[in-house]
Every structure is written in structure tokens, then in C-alpha cells.
T-cell receptor, first 115, second 114 residues
């Protein structure tokens, strides 16, 4: 029973390049969340998606960041023209979306380093 | 807006002693409350949640938490700490209706000394 999977685990990009982070939710989960964690800080919500729909993107920076969760395949968080301030750990979480179950299950994270 | 405060950056406790990690929250309406634990270079592991019902919630690894509505608190407790409990603990809140995104506290590092 695989948990939430994220890849790559570590990603190094030069300033100006694009970063693509992938997340496969737990089997049977249809809701995906992305969070960002800066060093020694808590997680900050970025975006909440269901299949083919963005439900809440209130935490997403207005520029350079986008997310999708297609009908088939993993959820993708895309960061264009990365800057040093984008260096962080990006965590994906999933939940079944049932009314009786609100806890989110987290993946191991992708640690993005921008040089 | 919702928020979570974890007033202690670090908690030190001797192995075998009881531990408490504090959390207070602010949210409009009734809250859903959660505790997660993070080990170095790992993702967050779910420990327990309060949705409704009994104020004392039991979770994984012998942890429990007490929901106190009047004090808007949800402190994490364990009767007897283990060295292996040493990790970073996060309290989180979401609203019962509407937005499901979790708002996290800044985390409390628990250090259990042998």
C-alpha cells in the first residue's frame, strides 16, 4: 500500500531554469495539496487540487508558479524562471476527500536548491 | 484568517518523563485540529486529529491531545517519553466547512534525553 510519492527527491536548478515537481497521491485519494517549507519554518499552503480542477490556489505566488492534476498521471507543480528564494522543500499531501476524513497524508518532499 | 501558535521552539524532557507540546489556534467556526511529526529530511507523519466528540484524542505511538475550546488549545501529550520521540512536531488547523487547506504552526523541536 504505497504512500504519497514525490519525485525527484532532490532537484538542483540554476537561476532562470524551470523546475517540475511531481506528486502521485495515495491509491484511492482524489485530493492533492502542495505546501512549501522554508528552512526551520512550518509548512505554508500553496494550492489544493482535485482531478482536472484547481479548488484553492490562494497560497500560490501570482507569477511563475502553476499546478495541475490531470485526469491521468501525477500532479505537477511547475516553477518557471526559478530564483534563489524558491529554494525550499516542497511537500505534496493527499486525502480521500471523504466527509469523514480530513487528515492529509504527506509525501517525503522534493528539496529544491537554486544556484 | 486562521492561525496556529506553538509558543515553544524547543522542549527538553528526560526519557520516561511525561511530555507536553503546546498549541493554540484561531479559526472562525469550529476547527479540525491535527498533530504531525517530522523526522530529519522526511515528510510529515500524521499522529492524531480532533474532529468532534471527546476532547481527549488518542493517536499513534502513545500520543494523545486534549482539545480545550474555551482556551482554544490542543496540547500534545505523552505519559512517558522515549528517546525515539525526538523530532519536530507541528500542530495544524483547518476549518470544518469550506477551505480544507491546513494552517501549520512554526513547529516545536522535542528533545528527549536518555
Amino acid at each position: 500500500n504505497a504512500g504519497v510519492m514525490q519525485n525527484p527527491r532532490h532537484l538542483v536548478r540554476r537561476r532562470g531554469q524551470e523546475a517540475r515537481l511531481r506528486c502521485s497521491p495515495m491509491k484511492g485519494h482524489s485530493h492533492v495539496y502542495w505546501y512549501r517549507q522554508l528552512p526551520e519554518e512550518g509548512l505554508k499552503f500553496m494550492v489544493y487540487l482535485q482531478k482536472e480542477n484547481i479548488i484553492d490556489e490562494s497560497g500560490m505566488p501570482k507569477e511563475r508558479f502553476s499546478a495541475e492534476f490531470p485526469k491521468e498521471g501525477p500532479s505537477i507543480l511547475r516553477i518557471q524562471q526559478v530564483v534563489r528564494g524558491d529554494s525550499a522543500a516542497y511537500f505534496c499531501a493527499s486525502s480521500p476527500g471523504l466527509e469523514s476524513s480530513y487528515e492529509q497524508y504527506f509525501g517525503p518532499g522534493t528539496r529544491l536548491t537554486v544556484t | 484568517a486562521q492561525s496556529v501558535a506553538q509558543p515553544e521552539d524547543q522542549v527538553n524532557v528526560a526519557e520516561g518523563n511525561p511530555l507536553t507540546v503546546k498549541c493554540t489556534y484561531s479559526v472562525s467556526g469550529n476547527p479540525y485540529l491535527f498533530w504531525y511529526v517530522q523526522y530529519p529530511n522526511r515528510g510529515l507523519q500524521f499522529l492524531l486529529k480532533y474532529i468532534t466528540g471527546d476532547n481527549l484524542v488518542k493517536g499513534s505511538y502513545g500520543f494523545e491531545a486534549e482539545f480545550n475550546k474555551s482556551q482554544t488549545s490542543f496540547h500534545l501529550k505523552k505519559p512517558s517519553a522515549l528517546v525515539s520521540d525526538s523530532a519536530l512536531y507541528f500542530c495544524a488547523v483547518s476549518r470544518q466547512t469550506g477551505r480544507r487547506a491546513l494552517t501549520f504552526g512554526s513547529g516545536t523541536r522535542l528533545q528527549v534525553q536518555p
